[in-house]
């Protein structure tokens, strides 16, 4: 008997093996799709046990372990070498590597600037950028098929970009976009001995990775160099004048000029694939069910989407942010949390010893048996107003805890003003019936690179 509503869409996701991998396999699934490196037991269990090359590899699931790593003894778990050693070229000493007090400076400094009170600014930038996008686009469209997934990549990193730097993207858009787009296709990629060996250890990609991160410092600097010569205006205009002024509450400090750069790399890199990411889904699900794109159709019909308005609609969207939370469940693009054990712990009946590699995979959670009804079925409505809660670590495309995404509510707000903007201005549809299925090496992207027509709506 079929339990689903029949109208639910139940999209294609890769299968999960019956086992646990050998470890080449293990190897091939980490550089290919990690998605496929946990058997079919680990989307029914509480934890799985695992070991590469004698170290002990967990993936929990039980909320009261999630908790332990993640909250309640947080300062026990830190990144990954492999973490690091990929993203330390880009994102240098910024919020997401570091760690310790520095960490806590960091993040005292940088919250008040991330607050729900920069959303006006914010969203100003995005319609923007996003009115912008689209006339490009219903320019293509008219012509035939469009590439969704690299248009809501250009439009992410247009808008990380802008609301960074607004003044600066004329002379400097097309550089950076080159450079942290060829960043992420190569260097930002994870290799076998990137895995294998400490941070310490450099490999010959490491030599190419410093080679990147000493042309990137100029790019940043320069950018840097440029805004710091424009005269001030008395209100910030974007990210960069927030964190200009920003001073630790504690200790009054200020960041540095190389501080202040790292933050701003680490922001553009953590934010812009992954909202992408979010957006492209977001699409493909409405695509994919006509009775919840008309909901989303309706719901924006007469609503003021311009730079000016875009603000205070976003309090008159829950459908739309309902899709884009369900579309972060399917697809979480941050599909796993990783840490390593700096000290031996106990996870209920689980003994940690050092050095252990704790995983938390968003993916595995948002599908798993026992926390959610119909795990693999599209049903933005279980995020409705009226919708039963569901448990705060069977739910977390964010994270949790005190390292928790930083920029969650700009990608929120972003991912449900684009999402808006592009539904009421078009019907959209896959192009054919070639299956999309989700890919993570990095974050959740799809297989390939789907085809859509977009039909303008009257
Ligand atoms: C849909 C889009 C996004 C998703 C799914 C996402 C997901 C995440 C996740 C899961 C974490 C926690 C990682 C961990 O605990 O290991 C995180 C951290 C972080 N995110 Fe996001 N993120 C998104 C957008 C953004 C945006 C737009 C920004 C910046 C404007 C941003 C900046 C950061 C930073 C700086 C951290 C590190 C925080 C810390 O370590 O204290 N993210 N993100």
Redesign the pocket.
Known sequence: MNVHAPSFFVPPRPAAPAKELGLYRFFTAVRTNALQIWPRAAYEQEAVVESTLGRPRLLINAPDAIHRV?VENAANYC?TSA?IRILRPI?GK?????EGEE?RH??RT?APA?APRIVPMMARHMAQATEETIAQVAALAARGPVDIIATVQFLALEI?AR??FSLEMRQYGAALRRMIMGFGANLGRPYFLDLMLPAAIPTLRDLARMRFRSRWVGLMDEIIAARLRAPPEGKPRD?FDMLLAARDPETGAAFSRAQLRD?MA???????E??A??LFWSLYLLASSAVDQERVAAEVRAIDLGPDAAAEALTKLPYTKATVNEA?RLY???FV???VAIERDRLGDIAVPRGALIM?S?WVLHRHLRLWTDPDAFNPARFLGDAPLVHRFAY?????????????Q???T??CLVLAMMIQRFHVALADTTPVLPVAVI?TQPDHAALFRLRPRD
Do not use: K, N, Y
């Not at 910024?94 to 570091?98: D, E, I, R, V, Y």
């Not at 680490?266 to 812009?272: C, R, S, Y």
């Open positions: 993640l990144r973490t994102v910024g919020l997401f590597l570091s960490w960091q993040r940088i991330m990380a609301s960074m990210l933050q680490t922001m553009i890199v953590a934010g812009h992954t909202t990411l979010t972060l979480p693009p941050a949390l990783a840490r938390i968003p977390m495309p964010f994270g949790a805890g005190p390292r928790t995404c930083i920029g969650a700009f990608a929120l972003e991912a974050v």
